[in-house]
């Protein structure tokens, strides 16, 4: 099956930093990526998608400047959450479908703890 | 009603038990289905496929989908302790959109 990989896995910050999370498809081009958050025991929320070389699309109630989603290459996708607070402290969970391809494969997911 | 129903559980069964793992949903354009197994603290994987209607096995599973009754199964058969897991169902109705999710059933296998 095809792989994605996400960097960090994990990452603790102080609150008011900046943290940058990378998506990665290892073997297939990714013209789409989606960006997820799941809260413990409750299901992925789907917070952006996003097409190479153009603006991510946000679901409601996700603020487009607060997390910051850059699909420069077919292989690479970025979440920043900028200014992160103790709230935005989550589990981020990327996916990737390729143009080929009728579903999505995730990456193994950031966990972040906002202090 | 929200547009993917599934029951959380959790669901505890013997080893070699077959499971049946259910979702329901409300909206007739969803074409696509899937089943993703998630471990605790670890992404979802996908397990099964399945595009409109019918029935696909992979080895000990097994994924139907009804499309008239709305409603889709994964079926696991001689479950083994390491299946323990959440199995999501997800659909969509085009290729390149968003999944939607159900909330997850949560599937604890004793040896």
């Known amino acids: 099956g095809a792989v994605v990989s996400q960097h960090p896995s994990r990452v603790i910050c102080k609150s008011g930093t900046s943290v940058k999370i990378e998506c990665r498809s290892l073997?297939?081009?990714?013209?789409?990526m989606f960006w997820y958050r799941q809260f413990p025991k409750q299901s992925l929320m789907l917070m952006a998608t996003?097409?190479?070389?153009?603006?991510?699309?946000?679901e409601q109630g996700v603020e487009k400047d607060k997390f910051l989603i850059n699909h420069a290459s077919l292989t690479l996708s970025t979440l920043t959450v900028t200014s992160a607070h103790p709230e935005d402290s989550s589990f981020y969970i990327c996916?990737?479908?390729?143009?080929?391809?009728?579903?999505?494969?995730f990456g193994p997911g950031t966990r972040l703890l906002v202090l | 009603q929200k547009e993917v129903e599934q029951d959380p559980g959790p669901l505890s069964v013997p080893e070699g038990a077959i499971v049946s793992l259910n979702c329901t949903y409300s909206?007739?354009?969803?074409?696509?289905f899937m089943w993703y197994r998630q471990y605790s603290r670890k992404g979802p994987e996908l397990l099964m496929y399945?595009?409109?209607?019918g029935n696909k096995e992979d080895g000990r599973f097994t994924a139907q989908v009804d499309k008239s009754s709305k409603y889709i199964s994964l079926f696991i058969r001689d479950s083994q302790p390491s299946d323990s897991a959440t199995y999501l169902c997800?659909?969509?109705?085009?290729?390149?959109?968003?999944?939607?999710f159900g909330k997850g059933t949560t599937l604890s296998v004793s040896s």
């Open positions: 996916s990737a479908e390729g143009r080929y391809q009728e579903t999505q494969y």
């Open positions: 073997d297939f081009q990714a013209t789409t």
């Open positions: 996003s097409n190479e070389g153009s603006k991510a699309t946000y």
């Open positions: 909206n007739s354009a969803f074409q696509y």
């Open positions: 399945t595009y409109s209607s």
């Open positions: 997800a659909m969509s109705g085009q290729a390149g959109t968003a999944l939607i």
